[in-house]
């Protein structure tokens, strides 16, 4: 498999970029559900938080990683059977996950710095706190993460029912071409 998309294809490196963000934002959201409900005597009552907002950190900049790629590096063309209008949710969707995304790590960096405290990411360095002390700062900040997060979790599940009725129901190659497998037929050529 090649690194770099071609015409017909997505290569290596963006099959691995989807794929981690997917896993990753899977786990923050299950992880942060779970600490959600921890109380102070918990043992994971600090752990919790501290792999979250690592992990969240990490997240921010595999995005801008992967923002950047897809920039320098064009997407494959779409598939020739497909319709005006799934094109055009198709891109609706990934644009709406992508702005989501950041806005919900930047509403966690806002949840996370309020009183002033930096974030410790994984114990090698500090995210200082550029913003704090703003009226309900974690408050409103911490409603816009719950439910931007599950907005996200909504349309990732549409998402993934889009590729897998493009698999099942129009069999064509769009979910193969992320799986990174070959196509089918030449109908990509």
Not at 98 to 117: E, K
Not at 146 to 154: D, E, H, N, S
Request: no cysteine.
């Amino acid at each position: 498999m090649q690194i770099k998309n071609t015409s017909h294809s997505y290569g290596s490196v963006a099959i691995a970029m989807h794929w981690l963000v997917a896993l990753t934002v899977i786990g923050l959201a299950i992880l942060g559900l779970w600490m959600t409900d921890l109380t102070y005597y918990s043992p994971y009552y600090r752990s919790a938080p501290f792999w979250h907002k690592s992990i969240g950190i990490s997240l921010a900049v595999l995005l801008v990683l992967r923002m950047v790629w897809r920039w320098a590096n064009p997407k494959p063309a779409h598939l020739p059977d497909h319709k005006a209008w799934e094109v055009r949710l198709a891109t609706l969707v990934h644009r709406l996950l992508y702005l989501l995304l950041i806005v919900i790590v930047l509403s966690g960096y806002l949840i996370s710095t309020a009183t002033g405290q930096g974030i410790d990411v994984f114990g090698w360095f500090t995210l200082p706190a550029l913003v704090s002390g703003l009226p309900e700062q974690a408050d409103r900040a911490g409603l816009v993460h719950y439910w931007l997060a599950i907005t996200v979790l909504v349309l990732a599940g549409l998402h993934a029912l889009g590729a897998l009725k493009h698999h099942f129901i129009d069999r064509d190659n769009t979910l193969r071409r992320m799986l990174g497998l070959r196509s089918h037929s030449s109908e990509e050529h």
